[in-house]
């Protein structure tokens, strides 16, 4: 039995992304010669790799088997093609950025272009994910490189994970222009109580942070809307109904809303996180480097 790595890498890529669609998309391919591809791994294994369930395929027990062997396969592999590409001074191939959503223009986007400037032999590919689904993707290998930041469950030290510190982004209260609250320098929490909220998902980083903010002034907070997208809250708020708290990167200033400190002030770090690699990866430390100088 011989395995193509490049049908590996279409089944990995479904086990990290769920659909065939997604992965199509990833790939530049059209979503039928995926699933061919794939069917032709089956052939090749022997194995039923997928079940369908309504109009969507997911991996049998042997598909999450074989698609986390694939992992240590390829991992070797680029490996192997990293160490060849060390022996040269400038870095090349591709890394996987998972990018928390407001830093994505005002953190990764400087980067890579910068990136581009200094290593045009270098691609990065970006992912947006919040914090508590990026570092697991991280330490699965789905990922590179994230961004994230480090004060949330789940984020406890880990020495096979190397973080670089980048920014200090302070949380902020989010206000309509005439609202009462915007009267004041800074704003005590237990101030709001009476307020309508919008949050973020549930489960989502922000969103878990502002409910146990909350919680500690006193109030569970009436929430009227989730949104996973912070323009949406920011227009939200913006026509007045509701209030937000939500990280100073996020604030677009084409939105006309209002930011008070909170007191006391709360401030969250921000940091790159990389797996530490078994041998040098150019292409990485090049990524960490523009992220800092961005």
């Excluded at 199509?24 to 791994?41: F, I, W």
Aim: charged share 20%; aromatic share 4%; proline share 6%.
């Amino acid at each position: 039995m011989t395995l193509n790595p490049w049908r590996l890498r279409l089944l990995v890529d479904l086990s990290t992304y769920g659909t065939v669609r997604a992965v199509a998309q990833r790939g530049n391919h059209s979503p039928s010669a995926v699933s061919q591809q794939l069917a032709t791994l089956e052939r090749e294994t022997g194995t039923a790799l997928l079940e369908r369930t309504g109009r969507r395929v997911r991996l049998t027990a042997a598909g999450v088997l074989l698609a986390g062997r694939a992992r240590e396969i390829l991992a070797a592999m680029d490996a192997a093609e990293a160490s060849l590409r060390g022996l040269t001074d400038e870095p090349v191939g591709t890394v996987t950025l998972g990018v928390f959503q407001s830093a994505v223009p005002a953190l990764a986007e400087p980067a890579v272009a910068l990136l581009a400037a200094r290593h045009p032999d270098v691609t990065v590919v970006l992912l947006e994910m919040e914090p508590h689904v990026s570092m697991p993707a991280l330490r699965r290998g789905d990922v590179d490189v994230i961004i994230t930041t480090t004060d949330f469950a789940g984020a406890e030290l880990d020495p096979a994970i190397d973080l670089v510190p980048l920014a200090e982004d302070e949380v902020v209260l989010v206000l309509p222009p005439d609202h009462p609250l915007a009267a004041l320098d800074a704003v005590a929490l237990e101030a709001c109580a009476d307020q309508r909220w919008t949050f973020d998902l549930a489960g989502a980083y922000m969103s878990e942070l502002a409910t146990r903010l909350c919680r500690e002034a006193g109030f569970e907070p009436t929430v009227i809307c989730r949104f996973n997208n912070y323009m949406l809250t920011l227009r939200h708020v913006e026509a007045g109904r509701s209030i937000a708290l939500l990280p100073s990167l996020a604030v677009d200033s084409r939105y006309e809303v209002v930011t008070r400190p909170l007191a006391p002030a709360l401030y969250r770090r921000i940091t790159a996180a990389a797996r530490r690699p078994s041998t040098s990866r150019p292409e990485v430390t090049a990524v960490l480097t523009a992220l800092r100088s961005r």
